[in-house]
């Protein structure tokens, strides 16, 4: 089993930062991949970010390329997503999720964190 807990989420305004941070614990052998996903009201979850265990191979969701990054650090069993100039429609529930296979599908992620709240103000 592995336990995801993140955090760093909150209110900011329109053109602002965030970070996020998912800290792993437990079985984190089974966190080959990390990946952030979102779900904003009334939407389908959506990927945002994945990135492979060395950090060698990254994902980005269209939406968010040159605006967020992701990055991990295995010493700390931690994943962090850097988020600049943040717009309204970043507002969503963000998740943090571990797989043991590089994977941008939310359905091969095998663990969920319980989510940290991202509100951008117009």
């Known amino acids: 089993q592995v336990q995801l807990v993140e955090s760093g989420g909150g209110l900011v305004q329109a053109g602002g930062s965030l970070s996020l941070f998912c800290a792993a614990s437990g079985r984190t052998s089974s966190t080959n991949a990390m990946g952030w996903f979102r779900r904003a009201p009334r939407k389908e979850r959506e990927v945002v970010a994945v990135i492979s265990w060395s950090g060698a191979n990254t994902y980005y969701a269209n939406s968010v390329k040159g605006r967020l990054t992701i990055s991990r650090d295995n010493a700390k069993n931690t994943v962090y997503l850097q988020m600049n100039s943040l717009i309204p429609e970043d507002t969503a529930v963000y998740y943090c999720?571990?797989?043991?296979?590089?994977?941008?599908?939310?359905?091969?992620?095998?663990?969920w964190g319980q989510g940290t709240q991202v509100t951008v103000s117009s």
């Open positions: 999720a571990a797989a043991s296979i590089y994977s941008i599908t939310s359905t091969r992620y095998d663990y």
